[in-house]
């Protein structure tokens, strides 16, 4: 989504933690959504290893920004792993 300033809630995803959010992990479930949606959720410092690990143990296409930052979309994991290895004015 665009155009999400101003002072609106961020608070951690956590379930139990009501700490100001520092990050937004967007991801979605390649089995069941389309690659343009995108789920969000909020952490924050302490949580954000948590909820990265929680998508990560599911193989969930994951990006971490900001929290006053969006994405468009997530891509996927393999193109996301093809990314080290494909950076600018590295030549095989
Ligand atoms: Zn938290």
């Known amino acids: 989504m665009i155009g999400l300033e101003g002072p609106s809630t961020v608070i951690c995803s956590r379930a139990g933690c009501d700490a100001d959010a520092a990050w937004a992990l967007h991801w979605r479930n390649p089995k069941i959504h389309p690659r343009e949606r995108v789920k969000t959720w909020l952490a924050c410092d302490e949580h954000r290893g948590f909820l990265s690990d929680y ?3 599911r193989e969930f296409p994951l990006v ?3 929290v006053s930052e969006s994405v468009e979309f997530v891509p996927d994991r393999s193109d996301a792993g093809t990314a080290p290895s494909a950076l600018p004015g590295a030549r095989a």
Do not use: S
């Open 55 to 57: 998508l990560d143990a």
């Open 64 to 66: 971490v920004t900001p």
